[in-house]
């Protein structure tokens, strides 16, 4: 891998004038250029990214009059019931919302690619819930699951269902999040698989047709194979933006029921904006982080064991 | 220009009065002060003590900044807790005071207000930190039953008395809810702010539980025998049907607005809205009481104060002194606001003048007087109504009341330690 990079960039600086002296300064060059052209974003990466993160992981061995207190914040979450609830809640959030969203997002991508007469039309639907903000969506949302009188029920009792408890029961509550989140979510990650659709060759789809591969078998060995960077980043942006959901817990629930959908995001916008304890919440964050790393880190993993052993 | 004789013929006249008038312009823009002004209340509620003051003193201008209720705490924490001169003045909810004072985030305004006379003690008193006055009284606040009468007439149900020693019971309300729907309402009975501490602390306080918070604002007590019995009446109008889930505050009006609900306790400042609502018959009574307990009304509202941190301290004491306590400013503030004002001159005025229902002025100032229950003065007062809040909305949803409030204590008392 690093091999084949230096050889480009060789090839890259030896285009103006090969195997001289200057062949170095061209190389250097391109350095210098790329630095720069890159210092910006590195700039404001470590000035809006990093340097917070520095500045909380400091805070969170403080208490409110800015005293070292060592662990004593890490101490009292960790003993705090509400806490841990919070993260089994957000774990669990994830292992149900990420699954879905990415193979119902796969599942749009492939009705507008392979089976739409109008994609465009199609893909442009797909897309408006994404133009509405999720907090304007999630009040939307929370009129519509009233279960007194909100349209869903009303739509369910038309069709003769039973009406559902939705946001206002613990077992329901963290269900609907996941259909209003979703709403959203599909048509903004389809996006993204509908070019990587695209991106795989036609030759290659036409091989596998000649060979006599149906939809399906073409779709399994041959398409998404080819897709992994796509479906790669999807997977692991979805999770971190999940992991991180806030807007409609604290329009819609605020937590609750019972503290069914209190995901860690919201508690620690509560410590931090509602109780302004900010040490508190520093510390929530730097848990917060590391169970994120971690999360990503291990798909990464994964995927690149997978790449390794195909 | 420059060729001319200075002080000879017209055009040099011309130009030192276009040099008076940029000098002029320019002093009195270096004059004009700005003040940032922060609430929760729509624009239009805060026009006209704006638009009145601005009058009466050329050179300040108010920018009112509108946010939501449910956010405007965490907003002051970000914004006036960071140091930011703006809002330089904002809307403080009376309990929070104390803990606003603790953190700093409001001006003393002891040295600059000496006098205050003709406001509510109890508001004055709800303002103040340690015998130092923080924030100015704006307005007050109660709670009245509406009932719908045409539900009430086509249940065969009386129309309640405005007579406060003849209030419904709550015991009374459910029943009547209940034969209300039967004879075709959709609901029975709700609260405004219904699933707020400021709404529900008058259940638990006529159930005899107390406020929740001991006198010294350092003990928390919500599992008592009142505060659980206040609380089993509440999910037992959710249970049963009589008042809806999911509805939020804010929403809450618009069901009774639409007559869809036999009885609304709620505030005084819906009057414009539902008589300027048509097909809505709607009669006014005293908030109710459990048989045998205590009568207690909710109160408290809003005090406006001054961030530390404004660049126009001077001012922005001036803007809220001329809200709370000038006839005209005070009685403007009023008119926009909606809520009873603070002031008891004004009071009087407001009320003959703008809410013309019989009865209403002498019910409100009768329960300010005798009944109201200020909310718990404490520096934990924020965790307490978030931890109360979350409760009151499980047990809507179902949980049982006794574990809800248990887990609420717990909580506010974890939270507390960290103080």
């Known amino acids: 891998m690093s091999a084949d990079s230096s050889i480009n960039l060789t090839r890259g600086g030896a285009l103006l004038s090969p195997g001289s002296v200057e062949d170095k300064k061209g190389r250097h060059q391109a350095t210098l250029s790329a630095i720069l052209f890159l210092s910006p974003a590195f700039v404001l990466l470590i000035l809006f990214r990093l340097a917070p993160v520095i500045q909380v992981f400091f805070d969170s061995f403080l208490n409110s009059s800015s005293e070292w207190v060592g662990l004593e914040n890490y101490r009292f979450l960790l003993e705090s019931d509400s806490f841990l609830n919070s993260i089994r809640v957000t774990l669990l959030f994830n292992v149900l919302i990420n699954p879905i969203q990415i193979v119902m997002a796969l599942g749009m991508a492939l009705l507008i690619v ?96 000649l060979d006599g591969a149906r939809y399906w078998r073409t779709l399994w060995y041959v398409r998404l194979p080819l897709m992994r960077r796509p479906l790669a980043f999807v997977l692991v942006a979805d999770t971190a933006v999940n992991l991180l959901l806030f807007a409609p817990v604290q329009i819609l629930t605020r937590g609750g029921p019972v503290d069914s959908t209190n995901l860690v995001m919201f508690d620690i916008y509560r410590n931090a904006f509602v109780f302004a304890d900010l040490p508190l919440a520093a510390a929530e964050t730097v848990l917060l982080l590391i169970v994120v790393m971690a999360i990503v880190g291990l798909q990464f993993f994964m995927l690149n064991q997978r790449r390794s052993g195909s | 220009m420059s060729t001319q004789i200075p002080g000879n013929g017209p055009r040099s006249w011309l130009g030192a009065t276009a040099l008076a008038l940029i000098l002029c312009g320019t002093s009195a823009f270096a004059e004009d002060v700005t003040l940032n002004f922060m609430g929760p209340e729509a624009p239009a509620a805060m026009e006209k003590v704006i638009a009145a003051f601005e009058a009466e003193n050329p050179g300040i201008k108010v920018n009112y900044e509108n946010v939501p209720f449910n956010d405007l705490n965490s907003i002051i924490q970000t914004r006036v807790g960071a140091g930011d001169p703006d809002p330089d003045v904002y809307t403080a909810d009376q309990p929070r005071i104390a803990s606003l004072v603790k953190k700093g985030q409001l001006l003393d305004l002891s040295p600059w207000v000496t006098e205050i006379d003709g406001v509510i003690q109890s508001s004055i008193d709800a303002s103040t930190v340690d015998g130092k006055l923080y924030a100015l009284p704006i307005s007050t606040s109660s709670q009245i039953t509406y009932y719908n009468k045409d539900l009430l ?95 939020q505050p804010g929403q809450t009006k618009d069901v009774f607005a639409n007559g869809q609900i036999a009885y609304f306790v709620g505030g005084p400042w819906w009057l414009p809205l539902f008589s300027r609502t048509e097909g809505l018959n709607f009669g006014i009574a005293p908030h109710p009481y459990f048989e045998g307990g205590e009568m207690a009304t909710p109160t408290g509202a809003w005090s406006w104060g001054v961030n530390p941190n404004s660049d126009h301290v001077e001012e922005a004491v001036k803007f809220i002194m001329y809200a709370a306590l000038h006839p005209v400013g005070a009685l403007e503030t009023a008119k926009g606001f909606g809520l009873p004002p603070a002031n008891t001159t004004t009071f009087d005025v407001y009320y003959t003048e703008n809410i013309k229902i019989d009865g209403v002025a002498d019910l409100i100032k009768s329960e300010l007087a005798n009944t109201s229950r200020i909310r718990p003065r404490t520096t934990g007062y924020v965790e307490f109504e978030t931890f109360m809040g979350k409760a009151f909305e499980d047990i809507r949803n179902g949980a049982d009341p006794a574990d809800a409030l248990s887990t609420a204590e717990k909580a506010i008392e974890r939270a507390w330690s960290r103080n």
Do not use: C
């Open chain 1, 114 to 209: 392979d089976g739409a007469k109008k994609p465009g039309m199609w893909q442009t639907l797909n897309l408006l819930p994404v133009v509405v903000p999720l907090a304007i969506s999630s009040l939307i949302w929370g009129v519509a699951f009233r279960p007194d009188d909100g349209i869903i029920n009303a739509i369910l009792i038309a069709v003769g269902l039973p009406e559902q408890r939705w946001l206002t029961s613990a077992d329901q509550a963290m269900m609907s999040i996941i259909i209003l989140a979703s709403w959203v979510g599909v048509g903004y990650w389809s996006l993204f698989l509908v070019a990587g659709l695209h991106q795989v060759p036609k030759d290659v789809m036409e091989a596998a047709t």
């Open chain 2, 153 to 247: 007439d086509a249940a065969g149900i009386a129309h309640p008395s405005i007579d406060p020693s003849a209030r419904m019971t709550w015991e009374e309300m459910r029943a009547n809810g209940k034969e209300a729907m039967a004879a075709g309402s959709e609901f029975g009975f709700m609260w405004d702010q219904i699933n707020r501490y400021y709404q529900l602390q008058p259940l638990a306080e006529s159930a005899g539980g107390g406020s929740g918070v001991s006198a010294d604002g350092t003990a928390v007590d919500v599992t008592n025998d009142g505060w659980v019995k206040a609380m089993t009446f509440y999910a037992s109008a959710f249970e049963d049907g009589l008042a809806p889930r999911g509805v």
